[in-house]
């Protein structure tokens, strides 16, 4: 039972280039959630999936896409990055909104 | 005001202290609470839930005040292994929001 798992752990871009963070989960959860964590702002949610094939946006979406084709796993895509996208993402999960289990983060930065 | 607010700290506390967090969230149709730590470069992981009534785990005590809108969290015979960052978490129908912590540092 491997929990939450995000792949890759770290991460460098240069400015422009692409790239999609995976989260995987096994514990057969609705809800999976990215967030991004930066110095002073805390966690800020990015998008959201409350089910296999709905996403939803949230507080900071802008630059990033996600898909969720199966329950398991939920894919972030950045399409160009950018050095203000540097930052430590982390992926959770939940049974609906109850407590929120996450991976262990990727460590993104953006030259 | 932003939805969930906590004091940044950091609190330097001498080992076997006493400490004491607030968080206070401003809906009042928030529906459940919770406190989450978070270690050095480390995901968040849940600490405890909250409940109405008052809720005790070991040291740790977590109270809600409905009336005021806020949450506290009391660390009892503080160990160092308690220093890290503490959340503050309130969920309302499918939204679940963090406050941005509170950096704690337990002194020897």
């Known amino acids: 039972n491997a929990g939450v798992t995000q792949t890759p752990k770290f991460r460098v871009l240069k400015t422009g280039q692409s790239m999609t963070l995976l989260c995987a989960q096994d514990m057969n959860h609705e809800y999976m959630y990215w967030y991004r964590q930066d110095p002073g702002m805390g966690l800020r949610l990015i998008h959201y999936?409350?089910?296999?094939?709905?996403?939803a946006k949230g507080e900071v979406p802008d630059g990033y896409n996600v898909s969720r084709l199966k329950k398991q796993n939920f894919l972030l895509g950045l399409e160009s990055a950018a050095p203000s996208q540097t930052s430590v993402y982390f992926c959770?999960?939940?049974?609906?909104?109850?407590?929120?289990?996450f991976g262990p983060g990727t460590r993104l930065t953006v030259t | 005001r932003k939805e969930v607010e906590q004091d940044p700290g950091p609190f330097n506390v001498p080992e076997g202290a006493t400490v004491a967090f607030n968080c206070t969230y401003s809906?009042?149709?928030?529906?459940?609470f919770f406190w989450y730590r978070q270690d050095c470069r480390k995901e968040p992981k849940l600490l405890m839930s909250?409940?109405?009534s008052g809720n005790e785990d070991g040291r740790f005590t977590a109270q809600l005040n409905r009336a005021s809108q806020y949450i506290s969290l009391l660390i009892r015979d503080s160990k160092l292994s308690d220093s890290a960052t503490y959340l503050c978490v309130v969920n309302r129908d499918d939204k679940i929001i963090f406050g941005k912590g509170t950096r704690l540092h337990i002194l020897p």
């Open positions: 999936s409350v089910g296999e094939g709905t996403t």
């Open positions: 959770a999960s939940s049974y609906l909104t109850y407590e929120q289990y």
């Open positions: 809906n009042s149709a928030s529906q459940s």
């Open positions: 909250v409940y109405s």
